[in-house]
């Protein structure tokens, strides 16, 4: 196992080299150069427009070849851990980065623990009452959590409560240190969102593995030893259901470094999601190039941590 996880981590150098290359190279293709909107925000124009577009380049480093750009930025990475500065606050990315992290991985983290707390139980209790009312209303409620788009149902969340009741919810973020349970407060309601937006699709592929493990021999086998349901659902037939389910999580787990876009901008939440819309719609590439290679790097230790992770669950799986 060690040299396959060496391996991998090797492999990690290519594929985040080649990420941070075509980020680099295609968020300066979106129209509307960053300079021009500069200029045309502090009011710059007429015949001085050339003069202070050159004084605002240099003062860039955009005076020099695209490859010096990348060169130097690589090198302020690889050397220094300094993924540079933002174009408009001249703060450090990564200082950017720190600030709204938490909130990404805090709204993330419990988005997913609603999410598996919904989603497993259901497909267990659905696959075992095959074609029950309770089946049913378990495939009803994954089909209606895939339909329903989370920021239309954000949107609702916010708009009807302040309607009825007057009722809105808190739109400054309250630090978790200072008021633990008025930050729980806060973010319950977009996590169970988030998290019921997720668990549809998890559901539905529990119930559909749970199926497939509770007809095998073995399973048959348990059933005739008469062993308690408990017994022959938790030790038996769960453990091999999950392996499709650790692949699932181990796609939403990348919600804990990216954050959602649109429960971030319907909540008002301050995280990572926010952050790159905001440094996407201003063309501050050093922000959105950062969060990016943080993202694919996060993205391609996720997936390993996924890999080893099946090892665990089936001792049949080997690393070679």
Known sequence: MRIYIIRRLLLMIPTIFFVSLIVFMLIRIIPGNVVDIMISQFGMAGTTQVVDRKAV???????????IQYGKWVEGIVVHGDFGKSLWHQQSVLDEIKERWPVTFE??????????????????????????????????????????????????????PSIWWGYMPSLSLISFTANPIGNLQMFIIPAIILGMSMAGGTMRIMRTMMLEVLRQDYIRTAWAKGLRERTVVVRHALKNALIPIIT?????????????????????????????IDATSQRDYTVVSGIMVIYAAAMVLVNLGVDLTYGLVDPRIQYK
């Not at 380049?57 to 490859?67: A, M, R, T």
């Not at 267990?124 to 788009?149: C, E, N, T």
């Open 107 to 160: 709204l993330g983290l419990l988005g997913i623990l609603v999410s598996q707390a919904i989603a497993i139980p259901i497909g267990i209790l659905s696959a075992l009452r095959q074609d029950s009312w309770s089946d049913y209303l378990g495939r009803s409620v994954a089909i209606m959590a895939i339909a329903l788009p989370s920021f239309w149902v954000g949107t609702l969340v916010i708009v009807y």
């Open 57 to 67: 380049e240099h003062e860039l480093g955009w005076d020099v070849p695209f490859y």
């Open 248 to 276: 699932i999580i181990g796609y939403q787990l990348p919600i804990v470094v990216g954050g959602t876009v649109w429960i971030e901008q319907i909540f008002s939440l301050p995280g990572m999601g926010r952050l790159m």
